[in-house]
């Protein structure tokens, strides 16, 4: 019996961890996807004020912004993207 017991209790904690596992990475998705949403939604409001010319480079600085603040660009990596789009 003590070795059923053991087991029913083993399976009982995994479930439970896997529910809340579940549930944490559930509600860390909904908050991605609302930042991204609302940075999607502030994003066009700023667009139509710029030039077309103006708006390819703007776009790209964002990207960079966006890929350096995510720890894919390095400082350095970053700084000499956005020279090259600036023409700098």
Excluded: C, W
């Excluded at 940075?39 to 890929?67: C, E, F, H, I, T």
């Amino acid at each position: 019996m003590g070795l059923v017991r053991v087991a029913a209790r083993t399976a009982v904690i995994s479930g439970t961890a896997t529910a809340v596992s579940g549930r944490v990475a559930q509600r860390q998705a909904l908050q991605y996807n609302e930042k991204v949403q609302a940075q999607q939604a502030s994003a066009p409001a700023a667009a139509p004020a710029a030039a077309p010319a103006a708006d390819d480079s703007m776009a790209k600085l964002q990207q960079l912004a966006d890929l350096h603040s995510q720890g894919v660009l390095s400082d350095e990596e970053f700084t000499a993207a956005k020279a090259k789009v600036l023409g700098i």
